[in-house]
């Protein structure tokens, strides 16, 4: 069982930038890939970055590239998401995800195993 807990979402303004964070139990956390989406009222659950156990492999949808990024952490059971340049756009809830088998991050919610609940992340204009 991972247990994922996302932190760090708030209201900020457009150009401004947030760090997210998603902290997991289990020690076999370092093993996993964890993926980040989001999903705004009304639209569909969408990938914006991910990252395998060991950080080699990260994807990006265009939508992210340029503008956020994704770390981890194994030490700290962590991986962080970065935001820069946000935009009423980015409005959604932001959630990380658990991929147990080791692989490059896949962009298809349906890959993923376990999920946090989510932190809102909202851009004024």
């Known amino acids: 069982q991972v247990h994922l807990v996302e932190s760090g979402g708030g209201l900020v303004q457009a150009g401004e930038s947030l760090r997210l964070s998603c902290a997991a139990s289990g020690r076999t956390f370092s093993a996993y890939t964890i993926g980040w989406f989001r999903q705004a009222p009304g639209n569909e659950r969408e990938f914006v970055a991910g990252i395998d156990h060991s950080g080699a492999y990260i994807e990006y949808p265009d939508s992210s590239k340029g503008r956020f990024t994704v770390s981890r952490d194994n030490a700290k059971n962590t991986v962080y998401l970065q935001m820069n340049n946000l935009k009423p756009e980015d409005t959604a809830v932001y959630y990380c995800?658990?991929?147990?088998?080791?692989?490059?991050?896949?962009?298809?919610?349906?890959?993923?195993?376990?999920w946090g609940q989510g932190t809102q992340v909202t851009v004024s204009s």
């Open positions: 995800a658990a991929d147990v088998v080791n692989r490059r991050p896949r962009t298809n919610k349906g890959w993923y195993d376990y």
